[in-house]
């Protein structure tokens, strides 16, 4: 049910700045692959409806945790609750700023005592630019990423993709990773984008990093 076209469109609105893409890695990065991703670049509605249905979905609410301390994040959770809503879930957002967030989505309780279902978040490139980086593919039950996903072969494979150093076996294990991670949903990438950063023209040196770097920097 995800298309990343009318996620990035809502939350991040600027055409410029944003792109789909189907892959778990960064898209500009050396890992980049839309192997397993078909679901995600050929959505469709009336088979996600035909799953849910199948499924025996029993109608208890579907709990979105909605974070609102940044514009882009609020208005996925809005996506997410409008698809969801369409295929036949019944959704309930739970509002809560960044700070709360990071507590609430630790939690393993079931949503009626506190839990929850789904989130949203977002990863610079350099989060998820290989397998044994990105977190948030990780198999390891109750050691992965929130969400906790127990998939084994995941963690093989990435194990194996560590201990190779052959650069076309190395391509080739990522793609197998992002298979069985799309195949498992162990989280589902609704696109990428960037996040313009100005300087004054007579600020001098800024070093390109994934945070600020405050030195190097002179002002002329």
Known sequence: MVDQVTYLHLAVGQTQYY???YSVYACSGP??????????????LGKARQLVKDSGYD????????????PFVPRT????????ESIGFRVELREMDWSTSLVVRERKETPEKG??????TWFAATD??????HFA??????????????????????????R????????????????????????????EWDMPTAFRRNVQGILKFTAPLFWNVTIS
């Open 19 to 21: 792109r789909p893409c």
């Open 31 to 44: 890992y980049a692959t839309n192997a397993g991703a078909e679901p995600l670049m050929k959505h469709d």
């Open 59 to 70: 109608g208890r609410p579907v709990v979105v945790i909605q974070q609102t301390d940044f």
């Open 77 to 84: 959770a809005q996506v997410t609750r409008q698809r969801l």
């Open 115 to 120: 839990g929850w279902n789904i989130l949203h």
């Open 128 to 133: 998820v630019i290989s397998p044994p980086v």
């Open 137 to 162: 593919i990780s198999g390891a039950g109750p050691s992965a990423w929130a969400g906790w996903p127990n998939v084994p072969q995941v963690e093989r494979l990435i194990t194996e993709w560590v």
């Open 164 to 191: 190779t150093a052959d650069v076309a076996k190395r391509k080739q294990l990522a793609a197998e990773i992002q298979k069985v991670a799309l195949d498992e949903v162990t989280y589902v990438p609704w696109g």
